[in-house]
């Protein structure tokens, strides 16, 4: 059986990673007969955001230890992940992560990267293993692996024009719409960057992991 490891930020769209976005991506794994295992640097995350009223609160939370709470418990601190195990990586989105995993929303262009996500991206890639991304995550792969061709929805967000400057390629995408670019191995959809529902985020990742198990099974 194939098996996928899973990259979390936290808990929560605002500050971790995408709820719905990881519950609908790992469902489509299963149904796909995918095994899955679940990491996250076990570092602070950037902030802690009332859900409720979108404010900052005075708080520090660990990301894998926030991100446990989605999966279970069923999680590895990312610096145990080793590419020869997996035969895949994903990346759900949420805005958190754009500040846990990468910088993006506070530094834009001049983003840093976490070694070890970078590390684990580059790791995979090198052993030519697919790799996917939801909602903002694909803006991550954009920096550390530059010549893809990713989608964040709309050709005129601006990610989607930042991804070009990084040196990635931008495809528009709709509702359901996987990015797929063969010669990386990198899948992309668009999740929450469009206006979406839950429904939509289930066809996004069922959509996404149909098209990456194919590539898996190359």
Do not use: W
Request: charged share 20%; hydrophobic share 45%; with cysteine.
């Amino acid at each position: 059986m194939k098996k996928i490891a899973v990259i979390l930020g936290g808990c929560g769209t605002k500050d971790g990673s995408e709820i719905n976005e990881t519950v609908t991506l790992l469902l489509a794994l299963d149904q796909f007969g995918v095994k899955y295992q679940c990491f996250a640097p076990d570092k602070n995350q950037y902030q802690v955001i009332n859900h409720v009223t979108g404010e900052v609160v005075a708080e520090k939370r660990n990301m894998m230890v926030e991100a446990a709470r989605i999966v279970r418990g069923a999680i590895l601190p990312l610096t145990d992940f080793n590419a020869d195990d997996f035969d895949g990586l994903a990346i759900p989105g949420g805005a958190g992560i754009a500040n846990n995993l990468f910088t993006y929303f506070t530094d834009g262009l001049d983003m840093t990267v976490l070694p070890e996500v970078k590390d684990a991206i580059v790791a995979i890639h090198q052993q030519n293993k697919p790799i996917a991304a939801m909602c903002i995550a694909p803006v991550l792969l954009a920096n550390v692996l530059n010549d893809i061709t990713v989608t964040l929805g709309n050709d005129d967000c601006g990610p989607a024009k930042d991804i070009l400057k990084m040196g990635a390629h931008h495809q528009a995408t709709t509702k359901g719409g996987v990015a797929i670019d063969a010669e990386n191995k990198i899948f992309t959809t668009p999740c929450f960057m469009l206006d979406a529902t839950l429904k939509d985020i289930y066809d996004d990742a069922h959509n996404l992991v149909e098209a990456f198990v194919k590539a898996i099974s190359q």
